[in-house]
């Protein structure tokens, strides 16, 4: 009765072995890229214990000795840590008001253009900001909105008004942070909602104009209902990030006259691990935005899933 | 003839008026894009007085190339576009050829440990060990200060290779079978036959390695400190935003360009390689993030 087992397994692992043989080129492609991942993203992964451990350079990660959750009853006494943590959220969710309907009125409006050649030149216009590196993007605001010498403010003088405090004050500099953050990524944002309006069904609107619809009935009736599942994916996924945050965008075009709002958890993590070098600290931050981020997106999925019985990946 | 045509693509054309606001806020927007980077260009190439009376707006006065002559007269701004042309070229072949070659043997449905590999890979999408781990492992790997400090940590992009193993599958296997028939290894075909169906997605995704790499500041301002080895970002950091810019002006006697005009001149050449590339390349971007969207 235990005869049948036998040749099973052996056939099994004969097969996996041929398999081996059969495939060895494939897998020889597979080493490097492998070694990769496990050097590069899987290293640094190993490397968040050191967020419980009293980590010194010279005892290495592995023989630091544990400190438990020490680390982090600390980091929960940081007022910086809050500072950085209600700014972060506070910063991400401005944007999300503001920079997520952008596209969307951007694309409609595209869509409604008749001649190729201007549409076609007003894109490539429009997504030409998503290709422009932070720093250059901050060189440019630093010279434009400067108080004294900026030429926005030099109009706005010549207006016969006050200047504008663009960078400087901890309010304008929020509705400047926003505004760059429209400036850069509205036109490129727009690629997936134009995509998305192709797929409406033209007789649709022919069935409108029967009815006697105007274009601005049409575009409300028809074309945003048309990319309405589209616009929630996306606003899903938005909210599933609200806990991540750039590095580039806030460390440029932050000063220290407006740490206070501006000081956002991937700034602050950079001044105190590298900066400061408590890497302990720092990395504890980092693990603990990282949960809360993976909090955000399992949420954005689930509802993700109960909206539109599909999850976000 | 016209007429008609006209009346079925536009079969409500009375309504002009709603044409007409919409080219004009398209126009706005449009030129709320380039009008910053109007100034900066008029800026870099206007005369120093005009400057300081805050008369240059998107046309430059008094042009004058003072600023630019500065600029490329100077050593750390041409090494540093040196060695970020060097680092993007380097970073661009290993990450695609480390790509290819993760996604390739993946499109095998065959390939016993396939998923595992798979999961191997996505997990990397979801969760990342941070910024100081990452520092710390550069450190421990003693690659701070060096080039590979820029190539090795993001050497793959997880998105990408993703990207391109969807391209892969579509390719219709019937090809790669009648060649394995006549002999060919799976080497040979992944060179003669995958590769050069796919020279689209390709370039695409090049464009995108090469793309971040040039715009990439955070790693360099990490793991670099010796200022030879700075990236073209940094370096501009360095001088525009932290204004360190008069340092160009030392042992230049002769007539010095303004601050002003050698910033705005500092970001042109920063940026004028990715605006000479841009308007040739544009479609391939959009393709990318087409296939990119479809995949998410």
Known sequence: MAIPARPRTRGASRWQVKSLVRDWQLYSLLVLPMIYFLIFKYGPMFGVVIAFKDYNIFQGILASPWVGFDTFREVFQMDGFYRALRNTMLLNLLDLLISFPMPIILAILLNELRVKWFKKGAQMVLYLPHFISWIIIGGMAIQLLATNTGIVNNVIKSLGLQAVPFLTEPLYWVTTYLGIGVWQSAGWGTIIYLAALTGINRDLYEAAEVDGANRLRKMWHITLPGIKPTIIILLIINIGHMANIGFDRPFVLSNPLVTNVSEVISTYVYKIGIQSARYTIATAIGLFQAVVGLIFLLSADYISRKVNDQGIW | ?296
Request: one cysteine or more; glycine letters at 6%.
């Open chain 2, 1 to 296: 003839m016209a007429n008609q045509e006209n009346a079925t693509s536009r079969p409500d054309g009375r309504n002009r008026t709603v044409d007409v606001v919409i080219i004009i806020v398209i126009t706005a927007a449009s030129l709320l894009c380039l009008m910053p980077m109007l100034h900066i260009l008029a800026l870099s190439m206007s005369g120093n007085s005009a400057i300081m009376a805050g008369k240059v707006t998107l046309l430059p006065i008094d042009i004058d190339f003072t600023a630019y002559r500065t600029v490329f007269g100077n050593m750390q701004m041409i090494r540093s576009l040196g060695f970020t042309i060097l680092l993007v070229s380097i970073f661009t072949v290993i990450s695609m050829t480390m790509t290819i070659m993760a996604a390739y043997p993946l499109t095998k449905r065959h390939l016993k440990g396939r998923d595992v590999f798979l999961f191997i890979i996505v997990i990397t999408m979801f969760f990342s060990g941070g910024m100081i781990p990452e520092y710390l492992l550069v450190r421990n790997l003693h690659l701070l200060d060096s080039i590979w400090a820029l190539i090795l940590p993001g050497a793959i992009n997880a998105f990408y290779l993703l990207i391109i193993k969807t391209f892969f599958t579509s390719i219709p296997v019937e090809l790669e079978e009648s060649a394995r028939i006549d002999g060919a290894s799976q080497y040979r075909v992944l060179f003669s036959v995958v590769l050069p169906l796919s020279l689209p997605v390709l370039a695409t995704l090049s464009l995108f390695y090469a793309v971040g790499r040039w715009n990439g500041f955070m790693d360099a301002l990490l793991y670099i400190t010796n200022s030879n080895l700075y990236p073209l970002q940094l370096r501009l950091y360095e001088m525009v935003v932290n204004s360190q810019v008069n340092s160009m002006l030392e042992g230049l006697s002769s007539v010095a360009p303004v601050p002003e005009s050698l910033k705005a001149a500092s970001i042109m050449f920063a940026t004028l390689p990715i605006l000479l590339v841009y308007p040739w390349l544009q479609r391939y971007f959009v393709s990318g993030m087409m296939i990119g969207a479809v995949k998410g």
